[in-house]
């Protein structure tokens, strides 16, 4: 159990948590439940104890999280061009990044394997259409206008067929997934649990801008490699569209994020940048730690260990 468990411990996302694997299904499960939409009840007063209770928690987690990237965020440029050289920068140089699981998923992985490997990744997925649309709220105009153009692609354009949640949703039931939170590592929590903190929590609004725009600009090569894999091995066109179409589309709205989001918050507004550059780091690295932790899994005969820890998070 150790090598799933104890793996990343003193990793940013985990640093200075004993028990990462619980902290992280709490907050997950409070997330699914504080994001849902409901009707008033009686006991909202109770709610409102919990929400107290489990924000300082999330608190907690992000502040000692921020902590562990101040060394590799304290010399991140100032200056617009220079903020924008360092952030794009990232795609080659950042945390996790060309990771060689992503070239094993596209040539080698049979289908249980990659299988596992989505229902990860789809157990963790925060929703990248709810995370810009929540850190949108009351942006200066030019980066807002971005998020509303990104919010309106991640729609479909208004096209319920196009949009780009119901996609994953379509590969997830098409290969017969079971994603839950009780059966996906706690890495891969920790990853939307903090995409949830910045976009959810007005203090962190620009690392979310941050965040998100590091998701546009590295995602294309990883869910290309997926892409590849899931049509090595067979899987319809259908169940490959969420894919197919991140590897190109994402390239464009990383570079409209970066032109209209990122250049316009360092021109005028430098104070926030070194909380953009944070929210990127840190992102990035809880995609590295989920890495690890996959690689571990699939590569090291892990199988017995995650099911000790299933069975201990039930």
Not at 91 to 118: C, H, R, V
Request: glycine fraction near 8%; aromatic fraction near 8%.
């Amino acid at each position: 159990m150790a090598m799933i468990q104890g793996l990343g411990l003193q990793s940013a996302p985990a640093a200075g948590f004993s028990d990462p694997n619980s902290l992280h299904r709490g907050l997950a499960r409070w997330n699914r439940s504080r994001l849902s939409p409901s009707t008033p009840r009686n006991d909202w007063r109770l709610e409102l104890n919990r929400d107290l209770r489990m924000q300082q928690k999330e608190g907690e987690f992000i502040e000692a999280f921020r902590a562990r990237v101040q060394d590799e965020v304290a010399q991140v440029p100032t200056d617009p061009a220079g903020f924008i050289a360092w952030f794009e920068g990232l795609k080659d140089n950042g945390p996790g990044q060309w990771d060689p699981l992503f070239d094993w998923l596209a040539t080698e992985a049979d289908l249980e394997q990659i299988s596992w490997f989505l229902t990860q990744e789809a157990a963790g997925e925060a929703g990248f259409d709810d995370l810009v649309a929540l850190t949108q709220v009351k942006l200066p105009a030019r980066p807002k206008l971005e998020l509303a153009r990104n919010y309106w692609d991640e729609m479909g354009r208004g096209n319920m067929g196009g949009m780009h949640g119901p996609m994953l949703d379509m590969t997830v039931q098409g290969l017969e997934l079971a994603p839950t939170i009780e059966g996906t590592l706690w890495q891969s929590l920790a990853l939307a649990n903090t995409m949830t903190a910045f976009a959810a929590t007005r203090r962190y609004a620009y690392h979310s801008v941050g965040a998100l725009g590091v998701v546009e600009l590295t995602a294309p090569t990883r869910v290309a490699s997926v892409a590849a894999g899931l049509k090595r091995l067979g899987v319809s066109p259908k169940l490959r569209k969420y894919f197919d179409l991140h590897a190109v589309l994402d390239v464009e709205h990383s570079k409209a994020w970066n032109a209209e989001a990122l250049m316009p918050l360092a021109q005028e507004h430098p104070e926030v940048l070194p909380a953009i550059a944070e929210g990127a780091i840190m992102r990035l690295r809880c995609g590295e730690q989920c890495f690890e932790a996959y690689r571990a899994f699939l590569w090291a005969g892990a199988r017995t260990a995650q099911t000790v820890l299933l069975k201990e998070s039930a």
